[in-house]
C-alpha cells in the first residue's frame, strides 16, 4: 500500500539550511506536500509540488523532486528558531472518488541559537 | 478568521461516553476531510464529503465513528462508547474542487482525551 517516510529528527544551528527528506510509494500521486505544525496546533501548508515538477522555490524554502527515486525534499534557508516545529511530508493518491493525503510521521526540527 | 474552525480545542470524557466535535471549513470550500492524528505520528484519514455527501471512508472508521455534513457546511464527527484507543488529535480540512484539491486547509484539531 502506500507509505511516506520521513527521517524521525533534524538539528540545525540558527543561520544554516535545513535539507528535510522524504520518500514515498505511489506513483499516482499528483501533489506533493509540505506542513508543519508547531506544538498543540494544527498543520499548516507550506508549499506543494506538482508531479511533473523538479524543483519549485519559494522564498526560504525550496522543495526538490525525484520521481524516479520517489524522494522529496524540503531545503529551508537561513534556518530560524521559529522554524522549530514538525515536517510532514504528504501524497496525495487516488482512492475512489477522491484524492485522500498519505502523511509521513514527520521530522522534528530543532534550530539551535 | 476564515480559516478552518474546529470545537472544541479539547475534550476529556470517561470511557464509555459519546462524544461529538465540529468543524467549520473555509466557507466556499466544499470538499470535508477527518483525519486522526495519534501522538508521534502523522495524520490518518477518517472520512470526506463533497458537499453533504460522504464519499470516502477509511476503515479505521469503526462502527461507533460517524460523520455528517447535514447541508454540506459544518460537519461532526461523533465518536460512541469511547475507549481509551480513541484519545488522539482529531484534524478536520477543507479544500476546493476543481484545482483546489492542491491545497487543503487543516483546522487547530481537537485533542480528545478518554479516561
Known amino acids: 500500500g502506500e507509505d511516506v517516510e520521513q527521517s524521525l529528527f533534524l538539528s540545525v544551528r540558527e543561520g544554516d539550511s535545513s535539507v528535510i527528506n522524504c520518500t514515498y510509494t505511489d506513483s499516482s500521486s499528483t501533489y506533493l506536500y509540505w506542513y508543519k505544525q508547531e506544538p498543540g496546533a494544527g498543520l499548516q501548508l507550506l508549499t506543494y509540488?506538482?508531479?511533473?515538477?523538479d524543483m519549485k522555490q519559494d522564498q526560504r524554502l525550496t522543495v526538490l523532486l525525484n520521481k524516479k527515486d520517489k524522494h522529496l525534499s524540503l531545503r529551508i534557508a537561513d534556518t530560524q528558531t521559529g522554524d522549530s516545529a514538525i515536517y510532514f511530508c504528504?501524497?496525495?493518491?487516488?482512492?475512489?472518488?477522491?484524492?485522500?493525503?498519505?502523511f509521513g510521521s514527520g521530522t522534528q526540527l530543532t534550530v539551535l541559537p | 478568521d476564515t480559516g478552518v474552525s474546529q470545537n472544541p480545542r479539547h475534550k476529556i470524557t470517561k470511557r464509555g461516553q459519546n462524544v461529538t466535535f465540529r468543524c467549520d471549513p473555509i466557507s466556499e470550500h466544499n470538499r470535508l476531510y477527518w483525519y486522526r492524528q495519534t501522538l508521534g505520528q502523522g495524520p490518518e484519514f477518517l472520512t470526506y464529503f463533497q458537499n453533504e455527501a460522504q464519499l470516502e471512508k477509511s476503515r479505521l472508521l469503526s462502527d461507533r465513528f460517524s460523520a455528517e455534513r447535514p447541508k454540506g457546511s459544518f460537519s461532526t464527527l461523533e465518536i460512541q462508547r469511547t475507549e481509551q484507543g480513541d484519545s488522539a488529535m482529531y484534524l478536520c480540512a477543507s479544500s476546493l474542487r476543481g484545482g483546489g484539491e492542491r491545497e487543503a486547509f487543516f483546522g487547530q484539531g481537537t485533542r480528545l482525551t478518554v479516561v
Open positions: 504528504a501524497e496525495n493518491f487516488a482512492s475512489g472518488s477522491a484524492r485522500q493525503l498519505t
Open positions: 509540488i506538482f508531479s511533473n515538477m
